[in-house]
């Protein structure tokens, strides 16, 4: 999960489209500037948990556990992005924001299924 956040991050500094980053002043800048802080969320709270374990977090961010909100930031950075893709035109940072983006939701997918899974035991 901390990869794709890693590859995300690094997307929303580069060019997305018509050599415009994805942090620019256009419609384009704000897609970039939200995915920047959602990348931001998704790199911090796996970094929290793994270098500072005694980090309390809340369990619940509006309702939903915390990963499922790590998920559904990914998911959605992932459908903007991967939706340009037909566009004129789309440069290396928004290919590199939705690869990381799913990389993201998949990750975030697999730690709540191994959370949620029992602990299975051999024999």
Same mark, same amino acid.
Not at 100 to 120: I, L, N, R, W, Y
């Given at each position: #999960?901390?990869?794709?956040?890693? @590859? #995300? ?5 580069? =060019?997305w ?5 994805? @942090?620019?002043? =256009? $419609?384009?800048?704000?897609l970039?500037?939200? %995915?920047?802080l ?8 796996? +970094? ?8 309390? *977090?809340?369990? +619940?961010?509006?309702?939903? $556990?915390?990963d499922?909100?790590?998920?559904i @930031? ?8 991967f939706?340009q893709?037909?566009? &004129?035109?789309v &440069?290396?940072?928004?290919? *590199?924001?939705?690869?990381?983006? $799913? ?6 997918? #697999? %730690? #709540? ?7 299975? %035991?051999?024999?």
């Amino acid at each position: #999960m901390m990869g794709g956040g890693i @590859l #995300m991050l690094i997307g929303s500094f580069l =060019d997305w489209r018509f050599a415009n980053a994805g @942090l620019s002043t =256009d $419609a384009m800048g704000l897609l970039g500037i939200l %995915t920047l802080l959602f990348a931001i969320a998704i790199i911090g709270v796996p +970094a929290l948990r793994m270098f500072s374990p005694s980090t309390a *977090l809340p369990g +619940a961010v509006a309702g939903f $556990a915390i990963d499922k909100v790590l998920v559904i @930031l990914a998911a959605t950075v992932f459908l903007w992005t991967f939706g340009q893709i037909s566009a &004129d035109r789309v &440069d290396f940072g928004t290919h *590199l924001t939705w690869i990381g983006a $799913a990389v993201a939701a998949v990750g975030g997918v #697999m %730690t #709540m299924h191994e959370a949620g899974s029992p602990a299975t %035991t051999s024999s």
